[in-house]
């Protein structure tokens, strides 16, 4: 690809970044996740490009992956209490981005760490769904991922606690955990547990 075409693409990539930045900043949820969602499918297409290298077919889809993390994060009713309204097509539409980032995690062969975030990511909008068992398969899954992030895998045990899971360690006891850990951001990933158990409750 010739150094222009390649300032070209990026432009494009650069752009649709722009645009879901912008629209994420406005706040509204309904209009934000089908723009997110034809923003990733355009990107899919440049990286699909028969001119794109390999690097650009990794910068697009990369960033097609942040916007499906993002967008879906946005729409999550659990980071505030009482929490904002939030429809069920909406978090239908959130749960869609949020496999498309696992999918994209794949492709682009991305960390532990962040296919760990994904699939807590697709755990929140289940248990936000209601589907408390699914939200379960998930956040195990996570857990297992999250080996190099012991902050994130207590955090992740707290959601399995909100969810019900049987086999996680105490709601309390993780908090605890947290709070008494030194761990990087622990004390804001406790308030964070706080609030989800406001919002969604525990079995």
């Known amino acids: 690809m010739s150094d222009i075409a390649k300032t070209e693409f990026s432009d494009k990539i650069a752009a649709l970044e722009g645009q879901i930045k912008a629209a994420r900043k406005a706040g509204d949820i309904a209009a934000l996740l ?48 009482p929490p904002p309204a939030i429809t069920e097509p909406d978090l239908l539409a959130a749960r869609v981005l949020a496999t498309k980032c696992a999918e994209l ?25 209601g589907r408390r068992d ?18 994130m895998a207590l955090l992740n045990a707290g959601y399995r606690a909100i969810a019900g899971d049987a086999e ?26 706080v609030v989800a158990r406001q919002v969604f409750g525990a079995t």
């Open 168 to 193: 996680a360690p105490g709601f309390e006891e993780t908090c605890t955990t947290l709070a008494n850990s030194g761990l990087p951001h622990a004390a804001g990933l406790r308030d964070q547990l």
């Open 34 to 81: 089908p723009l997110a969602a034809g923003a990733i499918g355009q990107l899919e297409i440049f990286a699909a490009a028969a001119a794109a290298s390999p690097s650009e077919q990794k910068n697009a889809l990369s960033a097609a992956r942040r916007i499906a993390y993002n967008s879906a994060a946005d729409a999550f009713p659990g980071w505030e209490y």
């Open 105 to 129: 995690d794949t492709s682009i062969a991305a960390s532990a760490k962040h296919q760990a975030n994904a699939s807590w990511l697709i755990g929140a909008m289940d248990l936000a769904l």
């Open 134 to 151: 699914a939200a379960i398969t998930a956040f195990r899954k996570a857990e297992t991922l999250f080996a190099e992030a012991p902050e």
